[in-house]
């Protein structure tokens, strides 16, 4: 089973997940309490997974979120990475700040572990509006009036 998603509203139950009719197989994980996933940044009530990916209408009729370790949120994730660590770097926002680190390794930026996927998808769209941050306060200039 590759693609896991989190129960976050309710306990699994009968009608609370989607059936596939392709593949009616589901692995079911249950808690009996909410429980911290996703390394601390979810609270789930248990965990489905599936061998094919949910449709986002399948995930949003159920209130499912799709675990960050699935194929194609690791995917969505990691071009986001890119997009982020650069407007990070180039905008000098402090370590302590980021989203993102940067893989010595393979020298390409990853969203960190504490991060939530909608943090990260949130700060995609703002780095892709603003490219940019202007500087406030020391630094910044003031056209001059001229003389005649």
Do not use: C
């Not at 180039?90 to 020298?107: F, S």
């Not at 909608?118 to 509006?129: N, P, S, W, Y």
């Amino acid at each position: 089973m590759k693609y896991r998603y989190y129960s976050t509203q309710r306990p699994i139950d009968i009608g609370t997940y989607p059936k596939l009719p392709d593949a009616p197989a589901v692995n079911m994980t249950f808690f009996s309490e909410r429980k911290l996933v996703e390394n601390g940044t979810v609270l789930a009530w248990g965990v489905l997974a599936y061998n094919s990916p949910l449709s986002p209408q399948q995930i949003n009729d159920y209130e499912l979120r799709p675990a960050r370790d699935n194929p194609d949120i690791k995917e969505r994730m990691s071009v986001q990475a890119q997009a982020v660590g650069a407007w990070e770097r180039r905008n000098h926002i402090p370590e302590e700040k980021r989203l993102t680190r940067r893989n010595p390794d393979t020298n390409a930026y990853e969203p960190l572990d504490s991060i939530r996927i909608e943090e990260l998808q949130r700060q995609f769209e703002i780095a892709l509006e603003f490219p940019t941050v202007p500087k406030h306060g020391r630094g910044k200039t003031v056209p001059q009036r001229r003389e005649r």
